[in-house]
């Protein structure tokens, strides 16, 4: 599960879901875009055209899902019960991950029933290079004894550790710069997959700030 507000997806969100699939082998990664992200602004365009740009730009690509199950849900887009959700279709053997960047990571003690999240999922956290900042005490004592060194170690339960992840690419593009780029009329080519980005031109999403 790699949740987000894809507001708008852009190619870091999916290289980073390519290149997450396979340093853990994983069968398929689910994007998950949010509807009400607890923790975050509004997002900027409606659920349906973030989900319909997400499935545009994922395309063929090989297990990546585009997973509207948070948009189909009333309330707060909490993760433990999307975890919930994914366990109950899976089972209980199934190897779980719940994926996340750095920034969302050192909230973590802060989300709705932090506990529950490690009962349901692993959590892997797609590391910074140049983060190395100690954790905030209330995040360390979540994850006392948590953390593994490899995939090997993550993989052989089905929930409740943690993996920093280093992935080849790390891509720096941000969404609230193609926002920008786009409320200013400037090229966001390169930045989104092409078919995302003739999308948002042609409906002229994103264009009024």
């Given amino acids: 599960m790699l949740g987000g507000t894809f507001d708008p ?29 607890p923790l975050r602004g509004e997002p900027r365009i409606s659920a349906a055209d973030r989900l319909a740009l997400l499935r545009l730009g994922i395309g063929d690509t090989p297990g990546l899902v585009a997973d509207p199950r948070e948009l189909e849900r009333e309330g707060p887009s909490y993760s433990a019960d999307t975890l919930a959700s994914l366990r109950r279709e899976l089972g209980d053997e199934a190897r779980l991950v719940m994926a996340l960047g750095h920034d969302a990571f050192l909230r973590l003690a802060d989300w709705h029933e932090p506990e529950r999240l490690f009962t349901l999922a692993h959590v892997v956290v797609i590391d910074r290079p140049d983060h190395q900042a100690a954790l905030p005490e209330a995040l360390a004592g979540l994850l006392a004894g948590r953390e593994v060194e490899d995939s090997e170690a993550l993989m052989a339960r089905p929930a409740g550790r ?41 409906r002229g999403l994103y264009r009024h700030g």
Avoid: C, F, K, N
Wanted: overall charge positive.
């Fill in 162 to 202: 943690l993996l920093r992840l280093r992935l080849p690419s790390r891509m720096a593009i941000s969404a609230t710069e193609v926002r920008r780029r786009l409320a200013s009329g400037r090229s966001v080519r390169y930045l989104l997959p092409e078919a995302v980005e003739a999308q948002l031109l042609s």
């Fill in 9 to 37: 997806v852009h190619l870091g969100h999916l290289r980073s879901a390519v290149e997450l699939r396979e340093a853990l082998a994983l069968d398929r990664v689910h994007m998950v875009p949010a509807a009400m992200p």
